[in-house]
């Protein structure tokens, strides 16, 4: 009996590893890696690289900006409706991404909710490199809020208190103490949300459409060039493993960055 | 020096925390069990958590009045903080620890001997050079008061001695009004010029450690500072003595005057103890099983059925005691206090 459970387990986990290696291993054997980066100098894939860094970089700015802020109120105060108020800030992650497209129409369409205002001031947003940003930063934000909500609440109140007592004012509190603490946290919440980001598709496609060298993004052109050229798909495919591994390999390696950098500074050891 | 002045009213689980207090240029301890309100206490002086009502003034500067809906926030009072468990910046040296609110750190660093440690983080020292970082963070703004929220709590039991000595000798020389909650009798008479007793929400007693030991106000007061407390009826005995009949049975002679329910104090270094009734002048023999022995430094703490002795570790080895053996306990009448009881 324990043989046969011994054997279920090892099947299992073959299995499981299987399935998820397989397919990422395809894209690199389908074609050789010489033949990938040739494919990367495609005019296809050059526009949707600038289009995808240009919207991401905006966007995860705007995202890190506001997001932070926001993530620390959230974190340290307590106040009637928080709960509603979080669980609001989590919605996005459960919408299917073309359920977030449809609701940034919604919103910012010509016929949208803010419409007849941002006509009124001349600003047209579908289809346009704006609707990206909005795109990605609407389907990005929930991943760094949540996860920097949860940094700033493993941040010790005590020390927030004692910065206080030392006379720090609440800025001088968030900049000196609360951001320093968190920033492992937040580096991580702040890298998985660029995945994310980097990785839309659904929201953008119905809100900014597909023109390549305006809204085309790296996903979008993989999903264009799927049934125009295989290998030109297959490659940007490939970066975004190579890209995606990069970030994960760093995230785990951040931990032991940290545990060393304890032991950095030490000037004379205390005897 | 300007004294800082306390009166508030602070709501707690089970009751409300009242207190009236005045803090000259001296060290006073508050000792009560955990619940009893200290660190709240420092909370609401600090600023840090609101008081139901009350004023909170430090000389003529006032720190909080609820009657003239006045509220300092913390950054605004001139206070140091002495957290428990410290709580020093981790992500910082102790020299940008010590200099975090502004002030000069050199001279501090001097005096707490933590020159050498000045580059070093928080997660590299020992708890007695973490002690003396946030007591020097604490005093690099020259605060007018000084706040230490169980300053010995954090500290190894070997290391306590000559730290508690040290900052005996620390908090003498600043002469600020300072203000300790523990909840260790023995820190607060050995830190501080006057100790009081804080139990269900009321200062009990407030007074000299020596006074408090030696008129404790009621059974609570004697316990906390470590007494034996035990329950009898008081009748008068030859000699002017008083006998108290203990509810376990056996009976106490007292040189305090009492009578009826009564409750019998004796300290634990008071009573000693032997193998059999000892021919001496003691009036008081107890005989009893022993329960557990603490080894607490050169002392042995020997917890009996109903009594609790504190002998030297020489003692204990000659005697040889093992718990569930029977000793004599023994103590004169003249060290017995006698409290009414309730």
Known sequence: ?271 | MVPLHVDLSLPRRSFDLELQLEVGSETVALVGPSGAGKTSLLRAVAGLVRPERGSISCGPEVWFDSAQRVDRRPEERSVGYVFQEYALFPHLSVLQNVTFGGGRADGLLRRLRLEHLAGARPGELSGGERQRVAIARALAREPHVLLLDEPMAALDPHTRGTVRAELHDLLRELALPALLVTHDFEDAAALADRVGVLGEGRLRQLGSAVDLLGSPADPFVARLAGANVLSGVAAPAPNGLTAVLLDDGPTVYAADAGSGRTEVVVYPWDVSLARSAPDDSALNHIREEIVSLTPLGNRARVRLRTLTAEITTTSAERLQLRPGETVVASFKATQVRLLPGG
């Open chain 1, 1 to 271: 009996m324990r043989k046969v459970f011994a054997a279920f387990l090892a099947a299992s986990t073959a299995i499981a590893l299987g399935f998820l290696v397989l397919p990422v291993a395809a894209i690199f054997v389908r074609v050789p890696p010489g033949d990938l980066l040739g494919a990367l100098g495609h005019h296809v894939t050059r526009d949707a690289l600038l289009v995808s860094l240009k919207t991401s970089a905006i966007a995860h700015a705007c995202v890190l900006l506001v997001g932070t802020p926001a993530a620390y109120v959230l974190a340290r105060r307590r106040f009637p409706g928080r709960g509603v108020v979080l669980t609001l800030v989590e919605l996005p992650l459960v919408l299917p991404p073309a359920v977030a497209g449809i609701a940034l129409f919604a919103a910012f369409g010509r016929a949208g909710l803010l419409g007849d205002q941002l006509d009124a001031l001349g600003i047209q947003i579908p289809f346009t490199q704006a609707a990206v940003v909005l795109a990605v930063a609407f389907v990005e934000s929930p991943f760094y809020v949540r996860g920097a909500i949860a940094a700033f609440e493993a941040v010790d109140q005590t020390l927030l208190d004692a910065a206080r007592t030392l006379g720090a004012r609440p800025a001088r509190v968030f900049a000196r103490v609360a951001l320093p603490l968190a920033a492992g946290g937040l580096g991580a919440a702040s890298a998985l949300a660029l995945a994310r980001g980097l990785g839309e598709f659904g929201a953008t496609i119905i809100f900014a459409g597909s023109l390549q060298g305006v809204t085309q993004t790296l996903p979008l052109a993989v999903y264009a060039q799927f049934e125009q050229d295989f290998d030109t798909a297959l490659a940007i495919s490939a970066l975004f493993i190579v890209v995606g591994a990069m970030l994960l390999v760093a995230l785990k390696l951040y931990p032991w960055f940290r545990f060393t950098s304890i032991f950095r500074s030490r000037v004379v050891p205390s005897t």
